[in-house]
């Protein structure tokens, strides 16, 4: 039997849509939102529409019972689903949905409809570098990210633009989880919005500091203080990349978190790459200094992080300066044999942090 694992333990759903009507009114409550939950089938990633309900994740049964190959069948006379774990999946052949007609009279007085595919404030993206501008990564995507980021959240009406569920959906969404710092990103449909279920694609952009994040943010305002008193920037980085290494021990088999590690304990925690990663873009998020995750796949999986200083890019890998005792990868122009494995997404997050610094 396959066996069906998350990262993170997170309690997993089933999520059966009934059709577009029941989609706008799921919306309309804003309970749900896309999960960023990764999913494996046999030590293998695997790509799940996925939602998270207060902090639970929830996928089709029907995608789960193809991941792992069990029976999935719908009764429509009782209207229940069986499961059959002896039976292999069977695609079920869908049945057309009727497209509601929208109502033809104005909304009401402080709704939020929409009548086009994309608007945005302005139009940010001719600040940046037009070569970062490819596939899914266009200037409406970029308006819509960087109007956030210009403002510290999506105000009322928000830049926004539709992306396809999907490998565009995943794409962009992968985006979003490597800026996250203090604040997290993510999909964001204004409560007044009536006009939804006509663009389900709808795609805008808050950014809100998560409430596992408040407590950690107090605890580093001593250090973001010191910081500050710094004269350079390579001054701000080492002292942030110095401070995170007296809280952590490289491990590769252990994973500890914004909470767990700013908080007082007595003893370095073991972690792996991905969670130094993570740690040291939350504080120089605190910090105010441009930086986002990178990553590589060639030989072992590995994250580290890129800074914005003195008016470039440059690579720090806190988890090696660790283990090695040593600032081997503190500020440097490149990292020889870790090709970055999405160099794409990598140059449109440059310019959505820093307009202009690709060119």
């Keep these: 039997m396959k066996r069906f694992q998350f990262l993170t333990g997170f309690l997993c759903g089933a999520l059966l849509f009934a059709g577009l009507t029941s989609m706008a009114s799921a919306a309309a409550s804003l309970t749900a939102i896309p999960s960023r939950q990764t999913f494996y089938v046999n030590g293998q990633k695997v790509e799940f529409e996925a939602y998270s309900i207060h902090g639970n994740n929830f996928v089709k049964v029907r995608d789960i019972g193809k991941a792992v190959d069990f029976g999935v069948t719908y009764d429509g006379a009782t209207n229940s689903v069986h499961i059959d774990p002896n039976a292999h999946y069977q695609e079920e052949t869908p049945q057309p949905t009727p497209t509601p007609t929208p109502t033809p009279t104005p909304a009401p007085s402080g709704k939020y409809t929409i009548n086009v595919d994309h608007w945005s404030r302005e139009d940010f993206s001719q600040q940046a570098n037009p070569a970062v501008f490819t596939g899914v990564y266009d200037r409406n995507l970029y308006n819509t990210i960087r109007q956030t980021l210009v403002d510290g959240d999506a105000i009322d009406p928000p830049a926004y633009t539709m992306v396809a569920k999907g490998a565009d959906y995943s794409a962009v969404n992968s985006v979003m989880g490597r800026l996250d710092n203090v604040k997290w990103f993510e999909l964001y449909v204004p409560a007044n919005f009536t006009n939804y279920w006509q663009y389900l694609d709808y795609f805008a952009v808050s950014s809100k500091i998560p409430p596992q994040f408040e407590a950690p943010l107090a605890f580093i305002q001593p250090v973001i203080a010191e ?107 490149t990292y020889p044999n870790h090709p970055d494995q999405a160099p794409e997404a990598t140059a449109f997050i440059k310019e959505l942090l820093v307009p202009g610094s690709t060119k």
């Excluded at 500050?228 to 500890?256: F, H, I, M, P, Q």
């Excluded at 200094?289 to 914005?308: E, G, K, L």
Aim: charged content about 15%; hydrophobic content about 35%; glycine content about 6%.
């Design 227 to 333: 910081v500050n008193r710094l004269g350079s920037e390579r001054e701000k980085v080492t002292y942030l990349n110095d401070y995170l290494c007296s809280l952590l021990v490289y491990d590769k088999n252990e994973y500890a978190g914004v909470p767990q590690i700013f908080t007082p304990h007595n003893n370095e925690l073991g972690s792996d790459c991905g969670a130094y990663a993570v740690a040291f873009k939350f504080l120089c998020g605190a910090a105010d200094i441009p930086c986002f995750t990178i990553s590589t796949t060639t030989r072992v999986n590995h994250i580290w992080n890129m800074v914005y200083v003195d008016g470039q890019w440059f690579h720090v890998d806190v988890s090696t300066n660790d283990s090695t005792h040593s600032h081997t990868m503190l500020l440097q122009e």
